[in-house]
């Protein structure tokens, strides 16, 4: 399991739209949002069942993405057991 963090997501976002910007992932198994005070920076930690290279190309796909108007940070935070 990785944990994937994805920063710089738009005010309002949902873990409906998470899923949908990751594709609906069938390896998602959960989606925990925060703005950490700062509602203009909402971050999201996904919990993926997957391998490291796996979670690092979901990564790679995200890091710079322009979405919702917004240039998306991503990287794999945590391997998990």
């Known amino acids: 399991m ?3 963090r994805i920063n710089n997501l738009p005010p309002g ?3 409906d739209d998470v899923k949908n910007l990751l594709g ?3 390896e998602i198994e959960t989606i925990r949002l925060t703005d ?3 509602p ?3 971050v999201a930690w996904v919990e993926v069942n ?3 290279v796996q979670a690092d190309a979901i990564v790679k796909k995200l ?3 322009q979405w919702k108007n ?3 940070q991503a990287y794999a935070a945590l391997y998990l057991k």
Request: net charge positive; charged share 20%.
């Open 2 to 4: 990785v944990q994937i």
């Open 13 to 15: 976002v949902t873990e």
């Open 24 to 26: 609906n992932l069938s």
């Open 36 to 38: 950490a005070g700062n």
């Open 40 to 42: 203009e920076n909402v």
């Open 50 to 52: 997957t391998s490291r």
């Open 63 to 65: 890091n710079g993405r």
């Open 70 to 72: 917004r240039s998306l």
